[in-house]
Each structure stands twice: as structure tokens, then as C-alpha cells.
């Protein structure tokens, strides 16, 4: 089974700020895909970012961009220019090419500050 | 943009009682499933389905939940005899055939209560 852990519980930031999420999964495979999901209060998973394990090149969706670090089997996500509608639960995923099935982390809520 | 769909938002019932949660997956999806995600903690893979089949089931999957098909649109959920651990979020996604088929789309969640 593959593991996905988020060691912060929790994290904030001021408006216009930079804030870093950490992820890191275990996994024996060379084929998967990783994610970024953003839970609001409305409780709706909001897919953020994705990144394909076989390209080295990092993701970026506008202010949302990934650190992804296959050897260290770490996938960070960095949201530069916080706004207070960033404000939610971040969840990291891991799927397995063929598996049907996404593996999450236990997530981070990250605040942020006017 | 086409979404995922999810009724009812909200679903309150009896210890014991069945109910089927629905979902619409996006029309051209064809791989559809089930999560769950307890008040708080993560959210945990329930079931996926394929060409009127299941491919893989949780652990969580028992006996009591069952999943169908019964039209072209409609996904549906059920527990057979509901009990307080049940009450969770329920989400529903749906993915492609071909191309970025990896990519799951969420619906906005039931939130089921059993009393």
C-alpha cells in the first residue's frame, strides 16, 4: 500500500505572502501521478495541481507550483501571493498508474491572515 | 465546465435504515468512485467501478455497502443498515478513459448523519 504523509497539521500566513506545504509518499513504483486538493469550508475536494512522476520538470497553475523531488519521493506545493480565499485544507494524493484508487495524506490547513 | 453532482447535500438517519447516496458523474467519464471522510481526518477510498463492475474496494467496503449503475447517468451508494460510524462526508469522483484519465473530479460531498 503506498503512504502519503503531511507532517505540518497546520500553517499560516499573511495576505501576499509565500507558504510552503510539505508531502512525502512511499512507494516501490515507478509509474504514479501526485496531486494537490484544496478543501474549503464548503467541504468541495478542488483538484489544485497535478505532476506526472515521469516528467522532472516541476507544475505550476498560476500562483500554485510543486517541488518534486522523485529520489527524496517528496511532492511540496508553494502558494505564492497568499490570498485569504487560499484558505482551506490542502491534501496531497498519490495514485498508482492501473490502482483506481487516489491515496491521501492526512492534509494541512493553512490560514490565511489579513 | 462540466462537474460531478451529488445529492442529497445533506442526509440524516436512524441507526439501522438504508439509504443510497446518488451521484452524476461527468457524461463522458467511465470510471467512477466512492470516498468517505470522517469528521476531521483524511479522506479514505471507498470503491471504484468500471464498465458496470467494480475494480478495487477498501477494506471499509463491506458487506453492508453495494454500488450501482442503474441508468446512463447515475451513480449510486449503499449502505444496507447504517450505524453512527458511517457518519462521514461522502464524496463521489469520476475520471476518463483516455488521455489524462488519472485525474479525478470530486463532487461537493453528503454529508451523511446516522442517529
Known amino acids: 500500500a503506498q503512504t502519503v504523509t503531511q507532517s505540518q497539521p497546520e500553517m499560516s500566513v499573511q495576505e501576499a505572502e509565500t507558504v510552503t506545504l510539505s508531502c512525502t509518499y512511499d512507494?516501490?513504483?515507478?509509474?504514479?501521478?501526485l496531486f494537490w486538493y484544496k478543501q474549503p469550508p464548503s467541504r468541495q475536494m478542488i483538484l489544485v495541481i497535478r505532476q506526472e512522476a515521469y516528467k522532472q520538470q516541476n507544475a505550476t497553475e498560476n500562483r500554485f507550483s510543486v517541488n518534486f523531488q522523485k529520489a527524496a519521493k517528496s511532492f511540496s506545493l508553494k502558494i505564492s501571493d497568499s490570498q485569504l480565499g487560499d484558505t482551506a485544507m490542502y491534501f496531497c494524493?498519490?495514485?498508482?498508474?492501473?490502482?483506481?484508487?487516489?491515496?491521501f495524506g492526512a492534509g494541512t490547513t493553512v490560514t490565511v491572515r489579513a | 465546465e462540466p462537474e460531478v453532482t451529488q445529492t442529497p447535500s445533506h442526509q440524516v438517519t436512524q441507526m439501522g435504515q438504508e439509504v443510497i447516496l446518488r451521484c452524476v458523474p461527468i457524461?463522458?467519464?467511465?470510471?467512477f468512485y466512492w470516498y468517505r471522510q470522517i469528521l476531521g481526518q483524511k479522506v479514505e477510498f471507498l470503491v471504484s467501478?468500471?464498465?458496470?463492475?467494480?475494480?478495487?474496494k477498501s477494506e471499509i467496503f463491506d458487506d453492508q455497502f453495494s454500488v450501482e449503475r442503474p441508468d446512463g447517468s447515475n451513480f449510486t451508494l449503499k449502505i444496507r443498515s447504517t450505524k453512527l460510524e458511517d457518519s462521514a462526508m461522502y464524496f463521489c469522483?469520476?475520471?476518463?478513459?483516455?488521455?489524462?484519465?488519472?485525474?479525478?473530479?470530486f463532487g461537493p460531498g453528503t454529508r451523511l448523519t446516522v442517529t
Open positions: 512507494t516501490s513504483e515507478n509509474n504514479y501521478y
Open positions: 467501478f468500471y464498465n458496470n463492475e467494480i475494480s478495487e
Open positions: 494524493a498519490f495514485y498508482l498508474s492501473n490502482d483506481y484508487k487516489l491515496s
Open positions: 457524461s463522458n467519464h467511465l470510471y
Open positions: 469522483a469520476s475520471s476518463r478513459t483516455s488521455g489524462r484519465s488519472y485525474e479525478q473530479y
